[in-house]
């Protein structure tokens, strides 16, 4: 079974930066796409930001400049370096696993439990 744990979440001030990692597990082949969302409270879960297997990237337009993503194929990891954090990005961050073969055979989409970021004004 593929598992996703997130890691580097907390409290920072506006204008501060935060680095989160995720870390997949679950005798892995290979993850098509990996990613961070977000889900503020009483809003929709949304996008941050991807990176395919081939470093791709994607952005939401409203981190863009400001976040980083990156991963490590090998060991099956994402991160994402966010800097000039705003008030606005306090969330609930879910880290994505898009596209993935196991020896037990290929699964879609797998979530992480979620970690919480809060940045105070």
């Known amino acids: 079974q593929v598992q996703l744990v997130e890691s580097g979440g907390g409290l920072v001030q506006a204008g501060g930066s935060l680095r989160l990692s995720c870390a997949a597990s679950?005798?892995?082949?290979?993850?098509?796409?990996m990613g961070w969302y977000r889900q503020a409270p009483g809003k929709q879960r949304e996008l941050v930001a991807t990176?395919?297997?081939?470093?791709?990237?994607n952005y939401a337009a409203s981190v863009k400049g400001r976040f980083t993503i990156s991963r490590d194929n090998a060991k099956n990891t994402v991160s994402v370096e966010m800097n000039s954090l705003r008030p606005e990005d306090t969330a609930v961050y879910y880290c994505?696993?898009?596209?993935?073969?196991?020896?037990?055979?290929?699964?879609?989409?797998?979530w992480g439990k979620g970690i919480l970021v809060t940045v105070s004004s």
């Open positions: 994505n696993a898009h596209g993935v073969a196991t020896f037990r055979g290929y699964g879609v989409d797998y």
């Open positions: 679950g005798s892995i082949f290979s993850i098509n796409a």
């Open positions: 990176i395919t297997s081939g470093g791709s990237t």
